[in-house]
């Protein structure tokens, strides 16, 4: 049984920075792309940013471009987000999830549904 625990959540100034960790147990994780979401009340999550299984290949939203970046510790079981110029409009209820195959393409990690096994999530506050 995966699960997924986040933490680093908190309040932050707008520019400050946060970093964000996902610890993942119950899977050969380094077989998995990981994935960092977001969800503000009323929309749908958004995807922030995948990263493969090997840590070769990431991929980022075009809102955090430049701002964000995802890691991996495979010997720790660990997915990161290091969250940097934090704008009020990153305030969100951050999610790691683990990718529904093995192995996945980076392609197939665009796909929507592609990620199951959510955490139970973080909050990200930026005031202005």
């Known amino acids: 049984q995966v699960q997924l625990v986040e933490s680093g959540g908190g309040l932050v100034q707008a520019g400050g920075s946060l970093r964000l960790s996902c610890a993942a147990s119950?899977?050969?994780?380094?077989?998995?792309?990981m994935g960092w979401f977001r969800q503000t009340p009323g929309k749908e999550r958004e995807s922030v940013a995948t990263i493969s299984g090997s840590g070769g290949t990431t991929s980022y939203g075009d809102s955090v471009k430049g701002r964000f970046t995802i890691s991996r510790d495979n010997t720790k079981n660990t997915v990161y987000l290091q969250m940097n110029s934090l704008k009020p409009e990153d305030t969100a209820v951050y999610y790691c999830?683990?990718?529904?195959?093995?192995?996945?393409?980076?392609?197939?990690?665009?796909?929507?549904?592609?990620?199951?096994?959510w955490g139970q999530g973080t909050q990200v506050t930026v005031s202005s």
């Open positions: 119950g899977l050969t994780f380094s077989w998995y792309t």
């Open positions: 999830a683990v990718g529904k195959t093995t192995f996945m393409t980076p392609e197939a990690a665009g796909v929507k549904g592609a990620f199951g096994s």
